[in-house]
């Protein structure tokens, strides 16, 4: 069984939308494990609780943008999001291979965007 969980977890910020002026947005990017057994890099995202759904579903989109700018073409990964209960929800990669590599590659790029998002303040 593969499980790998790193955390780095930083205020997000978008400019194109009302969550930009509330840092307290976090995101984490980490690796947890499909109900199938595989890895799914993701990023876990919190918003504050006066924030709506539809925001939280713009933030996540957002994200999810990035991540498909920035997926070199060679991979074949997919990205979803998924909202949570509590104000959470999170945008994961499919994964095509579903190895360890690949599964580094997608979290070493989760880490990227998160880390671009967190510089926007």
């Known amino acids: 069984m593969f499980l790998m969980k790193t955390q780095r977890t930083k205020p997000m910020t978008n400019k194109n939308s009302r969550a930009s002026a509330n840092p307290s947005i976090t995101a984490k990017a980490q690796i947890t494990e499909s109900p199938y057994g ?15 759904y ?4 713009a933030v996540l989109y957002s994200l999810a943008m990035d991540i498909e700018e920035l997926t070199p073409s060679r991979e074949g990964w997919i990205t979803e999001i998924e909202v949570l ?12 291979k579903a190895d360890a ?20 303040r």
């Open 38 to 52: 595989n890895p799914t890099p993701e990023i876990e995202v919190t918003i504050p609780n006066r924030m709506s």
């Open 54 to 57: 539809r925001q939280l579903k």
């Open 85 to 96: 209960a509590d104000g959470r929800g999170r945008v994961y990669l499919e994964l095509l």
């Open 101 to 120: 590599a690949e599964a580094a590659r997608g979290l070493e790029l989760l880490h990227e965007v998160a880390a671009k998002r967190g510089a926007q």
